[in-house]
């Protein structure tokens, strides 16, 4: 089957300041939209045609680049479209536990993300997971993804520059910093904690 452009949860012009509609525009409309043109060719005819997404990846990995990079792409981009919201949400009483166990406080978990994010070196995405309980965040590399690595992402931070040098040129720590006080959905957050599974692309 070929997969469809997620859209955006939210209007274009939701998330300004910390994001324009500019930057929303050519980073949904351009950059998530050529990863899924190049993953749905690239399955077009071949065992992977009726497979979802997350098993396309897998499946890639170690063996396909090109097809697990722009399935890999396609997957964050939408994952990170619902990490954000209009308005910063509250964590449930279980996610809110589990960040304090794991962090002290959810204001710690917030610096930790901005640190992590603004730390990384060049292109990649910063992760809030779960794994047996455990709260961590975790970095990826360019196209990498946990979909696959035995956790549950909770939320996620793209650092690549196309997702800020429109509004922040190269000041990556605005970017962090106007993002996860501001714009972090942590209903969503509390969602794939509770269901327990990654999240599926739709």
Same mark, same amino acid.
């Given at each position: 089957?070929?997969?469809a452009l997620s859209?955006?949860p939210?209007?274009s012009s939701?998330?300004?300041?910390?994001?324009?509609a500019e930057?929303l525009s050519?980073h949904?409309?351009? *950059?998530h939209?050529?990863?899924?043109? !190049?993953t749905?060719?690239?399955? #077009?005819?071949?065992? @992977?045609?009726?497979k979802s997404? #997350?098993?396309?990846?897998?499946?890639?990995?170690g063996?396909?680049q090109g097809?697990?990079?722009n399935?890999a792409q396609?997957?964050? @981009?939408?994952?990170y479209?619902?990490?954000?919201?209009?308005?910063t949400?509250?964590?449930s009483? #279980?996610?809110?536990a !589990?960040? =304090? +166990?794991?962090?002290?406080s959810v204001?710690?978990?917030?610096q930790q993300?901005?640190?992590?994010?603004a730390g990384?070196?060049?292109?990649?995405?910063v992760?809030?997971? +779960?794994?047996?309980g455990k709260?961590s965040v975790e970095?990826?590399?360019?196209a =990498?993804?946990?979909v =696959?690595?035995g956790m549950?992402?909770l939320?996620?931070?793209d650092?690549?520059? @196309?997702?800020y040098?429109l509004? *922040?040129?190269?000041?990556?720590?605005?970017?962090? =910093?106007?993002?996860? #006080?501001?714009?972090l959905n942590?209903?969503?957050?509390?969602?794939?904690?509770?269901?327990g599974?990654?999240w599926?692309?739709?």
């Open positions: 089957m070929a997969f859209p955006l939210y209007d939701a998330l300004e300041p910390a994001i324009s930057t050519f949904h409309g351009k *950059h939209q050529t990863y899924v043109d !190049k749905n060719a690239a399955i #077009e005819g071949t065992d @992977h045609a009726d997404l #997350e098993e396309i990846i897998a499946a890639a990995r063996s396909n097809l697990f990079n399935a396609t997957w964050n @981009h939408a994952f479209w619902n990490s954000l919201a209009p308005s949400t509250e964590p009483a #279980e996610l809110a !589990k960040i =304090d +166990e794991a962090f002290g204001d710690n978990l917030k993300l901005k640190d992590r994010g990384h070196f060049a292109s990649g995405w992760w809030l997971a +779960e794994k047996d709260l970095e990826s590399h360019d =990498d993804t946990l =696959d690595k549950n992402p939320l996620v931070l650092v690549w520059e @196309h997702a040098y509004d *922040h040129q190269n000041k990556r720590p605005a970017y962090l =910093d106007a993002v996860v #006080e501001t714009k942590w209903a969503f957050a509390s969602e794939n904690l509770a269901r599974t990654v599926t692309y739709e």
